[in-house]
């Protein structure tokens, strides 16, 4: 059996040189899935906080860092072989060999900050679901935001390594070639500045927090989320508006969730043809019943006000003692079903637009 000649070159590396780079390419092929959960052991040691082995979040950590250390694995394992020079050809001034290793360093770098950003949404996850066990709706707000700022710092050191490492570009020289630019930049990015400030202000003056039911403008909803450019908000219709920050610490804004009561104003039109014994009648039982019902407070006034067009009408004014709109639409249901049983008790009916009209017998003129 003829001995293996180690110092045998091929492709202008030694025998040697392959068999470690195969081998240990082959190793972490194997263990890449080990090392990747030993690596997120640790990190999970240091943060302190239990993890779903079982939920989506944590099986995409686990993919994303399975394919960095893979990658990491393929730069050890070829760091020292050599390009031979049949293929090692220049491009834009470029060898082969140093492109396809800055392409290699590009795809590990994307990798890596969609591993931190995989982190940081599973640390999201987990510390919404505590915060909405609280009280408090401000860390349901505060979390969202930091997500989001996480994040984008995340992306910026990737990019700012991309330039570095790929590109070969000199960050501090460019840090101080955007800080002379900075002032233009600034005044081009005006709007978004403003909006990003709004988000500070809504934080620090809290006119409202996620969950908070405002009205902004035309729009009125639930505050879904506050972002660093706008603040989503749902309406009653279940359309997802986003407003610009920057008009939701402009324009005036009405709280609706601070209220601690709701008023329900309308007028109720009967017919003419109601004496006025049962008008008194009627009008007092609405009162009643507005005063004893248990979600009314005991401001509500009921009144005959106005002789209309074509009913009487009896103005109906009580507070609802609850901000929550399923509890204001369920009280004023039930106290209409309780106005209409009351007019029908009087034998009187309600009033709709109506008009008499007189013909005039030519036959009776002299």
């Known amino acids: 059996m003829p001995e293996l000649n180690l110092d045998l070159f091929i492709l202008d590396n030694n025998v040697t040189s392959w068999i470690f780079s195969v081998l240990f390419l082959i190793g972490i092929y194997f263990f890449r899935t080990l090392i990747t959960k030993l690596i997120l052991s640790f990190l999970i040691k240091l943060s302190r906080q239990k993890i779903d082995l079982k939920s989506n979040n944590y099986k995409n950590i686990i993919t994303t860092m399975k394919r960095v250390v893979m990658l990491f694995g393929i730069i050890i394992a070829f760091e020292d072989i050599k390009f031979p020079d049949i293929i090692n050809f220049e491009i834009s001034g470029i060898n082969f060999s140093t492109f396809v290793k800055k392409i290699i360093h590009f795809i590990i770098i994307i990798s890596f900050v969609n591993f931190v950003n995989s982190f940081v949404d599973y640390f999201s996850n987990y510390f919404s679901t505590r915060a909405s066990k609280t009280e408090s709706k401000l860390d349901d707000q505060l979390i969202p935001f930091a ?140 009162q009643n019943a507005i005063d004893n019902h248990t979600m009314t407070t005991k401001d509500g006034k009921v009144k005959f006000m106005e002789f209309g067009n074509s009913s009487l009408d009896i103005m109906v004014l009580y507070y609802v003692k609850s901000a929550d709109w399923d509890d204001y639409i369920n009280t004023k249901e039930n106290i209409n079903y309780i106005i209409m049983e009351i007019v029908r008790k009087y034998n009187s009916d309600f009033a709709f637009p109506s008009q008499s009209i007189y013909i005039e017998n030519e036959s009776n003129k002299p």
């Open 147 to 286: 997500t989001d700022f996480l994040k984008i710092f995340i992306i910026i050191i990737g990019i700012l390594a991309i330039i570095g490492n790929i590109f070969e570009v000199n960050i501090t020289a460019l840090a101080a070639g955007l800080g002379v630019g900075g002032i233009a930049v600034a005044m081009a990015s005006k709007e978004s500045l403003e909006n990003l400030f709004g988000s500070f202000t809504i934080f620090l003056d809290q006119p409202f927090t996620v969950g908070d039911i405002v009205t902004i403008g035309a729009i009125t909803g639930v505050v879904e989320k506050v972002g660093f450019r706008s603040t989503r908000i749902r309406t009653f219709d279940k359309s997802l508006v986003t407003v610009p920050n920057k008009k939701m610490i402009d324009l005036e804004l009405d709280n609706l969730g601070e209220r601690p009561v709701r008023r329900c104003k309308f007028n109720v039109g009967i017919t003419y043809n109601t004496s006025s014994e049962d008008i008194k009648k009627i009008v007092q039982e609405i």
